[in-house]
Nanobody, 129 residues
Framework: QAQLVESGGGLVQPGHSLRLSCAAS???????MGWFRQAPEKEREFVAA????????IYADSVKGRFTISRDNAMNTVYLQMNGLKSEDTAVYYC???????????????????????WGQGTQVTVSS
């Protein structure tokens, strides 16, 4: 029954921006949330994560300074603001919920696929001229 639904993907030119949204059908207020991405022929990789209360974030080096993860727990929604997009950002972007890890675990758990038990279907982001 629990579901995450991503939206906001699309085709964008290099240097432009997109904002992805992840709408949850459940209360995500107690869960760390993350964004991952997967390009064709590649493994799914970590992009960004946010602490359950929003007071901590982690970013992959490849997106640091360009992407911003945020959340609105009252709306059960997580966002990924993607600025300065590059062709190498092209991928399907997935939202995920970590329903198990504690606050203390966040720094170690947030970047790991295995930490997340609930995943969305993904939204395609294509960065191309």
């Amino acid at each position: 029954q629990a579901q995450l639904v991503e939206s906001g993907g699309g085709l964008v030119q290099p240097g432009h921006s997109l904002r992805l949204s992840c709408a949850a059908s459940i209360d995500i207020g107690a869960y760390h949330m993350g964004w991952f991405r997967q390009a064709p022929e590649k493994e799914r990789e970590f992009v960004a994560a946010i602490l359950w209360n929003g007071y901590g974030t982690i970013y992959a080096d490849s997106v640091k300074g360009r992407f911003t993860i945020s959340r609105d727990n009252a709306m059960n929604t997580v966002y990924l603001q993607m600025n300065g997009l590059k062709s190498e950002d092209t991928a399907v972007y997935y939202c995920a919920a970590d329903q198990q890890s504690s606050t203390a675990d966040f720094q170690n758990s947030a970047t790991r696929i295995g930490s997340y038990g609930l995943w969305g279907q993904g939204t395609q982001v294509t960065v191309s001229s």
